[in-house]
């Protein structure tokens, strides 16, 4: 397992931008999935998007277009660009590192290691 820790999470109005950090403690290439989850209250924790170390990348059909994940291995980061921020995205952001070697997934169980979570808020 890695430790993880998410960073720039803040309040933002409809249609602006916020861009969230997760870094690890240890080497992050060698982590074949990584992705963001969120979390509003009352509500399931819900998958957002994923990146393998192949280099590919997938995204929930409601951020898709305005979402962008990217990883930078040399500095052992995880990033989550958010673009056209609706206030049905606030939630609690969470990063997290994927089980297995070979295979992304959307589900939760599927991840191992999450961070602690960044809290995005998205007003009208």
């Known amino acids: 397992q890695v430790h993880l820790v998410e960073s720039g999470g803040g309040s933002v109005q409809a249609g602006g931008s916020l861009g969230l950090s997760c870094a690890a403690s240890g080497n992050i290439y060698s982590i074949y999935c990584m992705g963001w989850f969120r979390q509003a209250p009352g509500k399931e924790r819900e998958w957002v998007t994923y990146?393998?170390?192949?280099?590919?990348?997938n995204y929930a059909a409601s951020v898709k277009g305005r979402f962008t994940i990217s990883r930078d291995n040399a500095k052992n980061t995880l990033y989550l660009r958010m673009n056209s921020l609706k206030p049905e995205d606030t939630a609690m952001y969470y990063c997290?590192?994927?089980?297995?070697?070979?295979?992304?997934?959307?589900?939760?169980?599927?991840?191992?290691?999450w961070g602690q979570g960044t809290q995005v808020t998205v007003s009208t």
């Open positions: 990146s393998t170390s192949a280099g590919t990348t």
């Open positions: 997290a590192a994927g089980r297995s070697s070979w295979e992304c997934w959307t589900n939760s169980a599927d991840f191992d290691s």
